[in-house]
């Protein structure tokens, strides 16, 4: 077994995964994440993003392949160990926003931290310091049903970084939000996430979102790929008439993605 490099807090080889009804989604992937970088993982829906996030994280189990942080094999790890893993050193940004309904804004986004064994009050600070870079500080005594999607989102994002884990697995963190909200949220999102040193692994489609990143790796059809060209779609009223229409030129409907590997 090869051990992982020195200066990678995350590093996975060959990983290869496969859903129930038999489709695969890794078609062994490997990568390197180095300690305080903030890592895209890009690529059209269903290429494979969130499943890596997942086996990158120990969230499911690799069915082949390695995943290693901080030089402890994490393939190797039972539930718990996993589960123990994901709680103390982890955080995890869903697409969609999910908050214990019970718990007002403060309390959810400072749940982690009590979690680990965190005293109420030196959590709440946390999470009410938190909650006022992402601007939803005002709704900190307000029910997850009172905010509207985009608050909710960004309490979620509060409830990741209050910890400071060492790994913030992002997918599609800003799914949810206006464009406007977007950047600003990202804007924050990576600024903490450099000012505290928190390794950040972040799924997205959007090339905006992506290049906010220090690298950049590129998913298709659960491999990795070094360029990834899609030709625009031209719509079918434009083409009457046209040779291309015919799908005879490379813009028309036969054009395919053209891609090096």
């Known amino acids: 077994m090869e051990a992982p490099p020195d200066n990678d807090v995350l590093w996975a080889r060959s990983l290869h995964y496969t859903h129930r009804d038999g489709s695969p989604a890794l078609g062994g992937v490997s990568l390197g994440v180095r300690e305080g ?23 499911v189990p690799t069915q082949r392949g390695e995943v290693w942080f901080n030089s402890v094999p994490v393939h190797t790890m039972g539930p718990m160990a996993r589960e123990r893993l994901r709680r103390d050193r982890f955080g995890w940004i869903d697409p969609a926003p999910v908050l214990v309904p019970e718990l007002n804004v403060w309390e959810n986004a400072a749940l982690p931290l009590m979690l680990r064994g965190t005293s109420r009050r030196r959590a709440k600070v ?103 060209h899609l030709p625009p779609i031209t719509e079918p009223h434009e083409l009457k008439g046209t040779p291309e229409g015919r799908g005879a030129g490379p813009e028309g409907r036969g054009a395919t993605c053209s891609l090096s590997v």
């Open 126 to 228: 946390a999470a009410l310091e938190w909650l006022e870079r992402l601007d939803v500080g005002d709704r900190s005594r307000s029910r997850p049903h009172e905010l509207t999607q985009a608050e909710r989102q960004r309490v979620c994002i509060t409830r990741a970084l209050a910890p400071a884990p060492s790994v913030l697995f992002a997918d599609e963190p800003t799914a949810p939000l206006h464009r406007a909200d977007r950047a600003h949220v990202l804007r924050t999102l990576t600024t903490a996430a450099r000012s505290h040193g928190i390794t950040v692994v972040l799924a997205t489609h959007d090339p905006e979102t992506a290049a906010l990143a220090d690298r950049r790796v590129t998913l298709l059809d659960g491999r990795r790929v070094n360029t990834l």
């Open 37 to 59: 970088e903030i890592l895209a993982v890009s690529g059209p829906r269903g290429s494979g993003k969130t499943t890596l996030l997942h086996c990158l994280s120990g969230l």
